[in-house]
């Protein structure tokens, strides 16, 4: 990113303890990350994302399930709240909700998922107990565009993780969210430079059609993936 470009506004949905968006929020604030998160918003007023936006002087918005009539209730209020904080990309990160078509609509292309598995592999919950059963090698991490398909859409980068002997999920898990902070940090880097985008053909990276998700090296940055 030149040095004269502003800094890409980010609104971060999460669920849970935002160990994910601290990762943002650090690499922000440190100077890696050419971001500025406008707001957070979380389905549960408690969360730890929320505690944390709050600590670091960010935006932070509690929008209740219950309080709001059905999905399309919670939705459209979803949609006022993103709106009001205008964000050029909304990062998923741990956000316990499915995102429905009418959230999606106004901000499609915009809006990215990090989900605790080497995509498609291992969609929707427990990643890592269905990994460790199924007895595979390697397991990992995946940013993907959020598409109406849970899980589903484009794929533009990954860190893949090893499965050791006698893992058990919440081992895997740990490691697995080792590898996930810099791989949000990197990936959100490249929305964030303008070199990965949607476009109408799927990803493009540096204004070329991207054949396979990049992959994190032990740098810590995104690299093509080598030819198998
Ligand atoms: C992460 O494993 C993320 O991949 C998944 O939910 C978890 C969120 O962790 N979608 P945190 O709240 O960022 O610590």
Redesign the pocket.
Known sequence: MSASAEPLRVAVL?????????ALIDAAGSGRLPITITGVISDRPAS??LARARAHGIGALAIDPTVHAGRAGFDAALVRLLQGVQPQLIV????MRIIGADVLQPFFGRMI????SLLPAYPGLRTHARALADGVRMHG?SLHFVTPELDAGPVFACARVPVLAGDSPEAL?AR??ER?HPLLVAGVGLIAERRIVLAAGGVEFDGRPLPAALALGSDDALHPARAP
């Open positions: 999460a669920s849970g303890r935002g160990s994910n968006l601290q730890g994302a998923c990160a741990g956000f998922n990090i989900h605790p991490a898990a697995v969210l996930e």
